[in-house]
């Protein structure tokens, strides 16, 4: 049996590259659709936390990530080798509807090949938390940043895309049972092994029609996933008074100045007002790192820079769980196992100020759900001009000394420490 293709039958690599490329996206399509309940379930008020539940969602959606690259390589490996390959005609060329179908059908499919599993690889690269693809080249892609408005568009597009694959896959198979059922000719036969003596197919002419056709259909395919997008966006939009476009550095600014405005209902007691800062952290899920921050939280500091180290004031700290903002998790960090938002809405750290021989820390409780645990916060400071202050520190915790994610034991599925990065501008009020 030959490698190579012949004007009337297939040859064993592009037959090998059909089935393959079946077999994937077959089984990319059903985990993916596993992988999606699960997370319906996951998202909904009703779900109870289960890790079990949490782990499987994880599980499926990683292997479908990677089997989605698999099928991305494949696909574009596949047709690379057709254009150098006669392609074998149509037995029926005279039923001229029904060529022109098959060939419109033949293009489209070939576009969703790689449309579909690009647009989720794209997805993914863009999205802050994720399950990983599991392969050694790392999760990210040149040009494509971690941004929500991105994240979304390319989520929209890869639901299209893989509507387009679905229908013109359907229609493919059921062109070739028609075939086998109704016209009882050869032409699946060519696509199977030992396809024995074929007949020659007669001689036809290939017209450019086909691939302009679908051509339009997948601008139709593209600009749906596009309008889709937008529209989930304007929907935030209204929701949330901002749009998912915005980076997470504009949001968070955004919220910070609206929490600071709304802090007190008046002048804070301690003699520095925050102007601005983030409040991040970064969890390890799967092996990778995992980034985001509250958006809404509260500073009261007294602090007086002494010239030996020694006390430098205090400081009370109030945070909006609610308002964390981490990705693809963010729900699920929501959740009772977790921080259970609904029953802990607050956070809050109070804490005596120490200027050291070299920086800065604050030595005091920090309270998350209904645990309390002794923390010092190591800080580097600059005060300029002696009114305008600016703070950056970082803390490593362990999120089961607070009982967050305590059904999740294994730290190769979610890490236990928790890095909290801390950046302040701060403006002397009196």
């Known amino acids: 049996m030959s490698a190579h293709n012949t004007a009337s039958s297939y040859g064993t690599v592009t037959k090998s590259f059909h089935w393959l490329t079946a077999l994937l996206l077959i089984s990319a399509f ?31 959606f990683s292997i479908h990530k990677t089997i989605g690259i698999a099928a991305f390589f494949t696909g574009l490996a596949r047709i690379a080798w057709a254009i150098t390959q006669p392609k074998p005609g149509l037995l029926h060329p005279e039923n001229k509807p029904e060529a022109l179908a098959a060939e419109v059908v033949h293009w489209v499919l070939y576009g969703a090949m790689v449309a579909t599993p690009l647009t989720g690889w794209i997805h993914h690269a863009a999205t802050i938390g994720y ?36 229908i013109t896959f359907l229609l493919h198979v059921a062109g070739a049972l028609k075939h086998v059922v109704i016209d009882r000719d050869a032409t699946l036969r060519r696509m199977l092994p ?27 395919v593209l600009t749906g996933g596009v309008l889709m997008a937008q529209q989930s966006d304007d929907h935030a939009s209204h929701s949330h008074g901002q749009t998912q476009g915005q980076t997470s550095d504009s949001a968070l600014a955004a919220d910070l ?43 009261d500091i007294i602090f007086d820079d002494p010239a030996a180290p020694g ?24 959740g009772s196992d977790y921080f259970d938002s609904a029953s802990y809405p607050k956070a809050r750290f109070d804490a005596q100020l120490e200027k050291l021989e070299t920086g800065y820390q604050a030595v005091g409780q920090l309270t998350i759900r ?3 645990q002794p923390l010092a916060l190591p800080f580097e400071l600059q005060i300029t001009g002696g009114d305008w202050a600016e703070m950056s520190g970082q803390v490593v915790l362990n999120r089961l000394d607070f009982d967050i994610g305590k059904g999740t034991q294994d730290e190769g599925t979610l890490g236990f420490d928790v890095v909290l990065d801390i950046t302040l501008t701060a403006q002397r009020s009196n």
């Open 257 to 299: 100045a609206e929490a600071q405005q709304d802090g007190d209902e008046g002048e804070p007691a301690g003699n520095w007002r925050v102007e601005e800062g983030s409040l991040g952290l970064t969890i390890q899920q799967m092996g990778s790192g995992v980034s985001g921050g509250f958006a809404n939280w509260q500073a």
């Open 131 to 166: 399950a990983p693809i599991w392969w050694p080249f790392g999760q990210e892609l040149p040009f494509v940043p971690k941004s929500e408005g991105l994240a979304a568009l390319f989520a929209s597009l890869h639901w299209a895309s893989s509507k387009a694959l679905q």
């Open 311 to 334: 006390p430098a004031g205090q400081v009370s700290v109030e945070i909006d769980i609610a308002s964390l903002s981490l990705g693809t998790v963010t729900d699920q960090a929501m």
């Open 194 to 220: 030992k396809s024995g003596a074929l007949p020659m197919p007669p001689a036809q002419k290939h017209s450019a029609i086909p691939a302009v056709i679908a051509l339009v259909v997948w601008a139709g």
């Open 30 to 60: 059903l985990l993916g659709l596993n992988a999606s309940d699960l997370a319906h379930e996951i998202q909904s008020p009703e779900f109870d936390g289960s890790q079990e539940v949490i782990s499987r969602a994880m599980l499926r």
């Open 370 to 372: 209904d645990k309390t």
